[in-house]
């Protein structure tokens, strides 16, 4: 069994910083892409940022120049620092692994609350 445990959200005013962290646990090996994805009330699910096993990074234009993704791969962890939030930054995040050889998984944590108050 495969866990994600996601942490660092909060509520934070328009212009602050707040730092995601998402831990893959368990029968996990091989783990190539990690991300975060996030849901705002009424809205679909939206891709954040992406990054592979080779460091390549993938942005959302909405958070390009705000937020950087990174990740520790001794550690299973992905990391997401999200500076200058702004009200619309608000959502649930949750975080996504890829993992195996073939066939590919894919695993997504139960999300952390990001508020951005005006």
């Known amino acids: 069994q495969v866990h994600l445990m996601e942490s660092g959200g909060g509520l934070v005013q328009a212009g602050g910083s707040l730092r995601l962290s998402c831990v893959a646990s368990?029968?996990?090996?091989?783990?190539?892409?990690m991300g975060w994805y996030r849901q705002a009330p009424g809205k679909q699910r939206e891709l954040v940022a992406t990054?592979?096993?080779?460091?390549?990074?993938n942005y959302a234009d909405s958070v390009k120049g705000r937020f950087t993704i990174s990740r520790d791969n001794a550690k299973n962890t992905v990391y997401l620092q999200m500076n200058s939030l702004k009200p619309e930054d608000t959502a649930v995040y949750h975080c996504?692994?890829?993992?195996?050889?073939?066939?590919?998984?894919?695993?997504w944590g139960q999300g952390t609350q990001v508020t951005v108050s005006s």
């Open positions: 368990g029968s996990i090996f091989s783990i190539r892409a």
């Open positions: 990054i592979d096993s080779a460091g390549s990074t």
């Open positions: 996504n692994v890829v993992w195996g050889l073939s066939p590919k998984f894919s695993s």
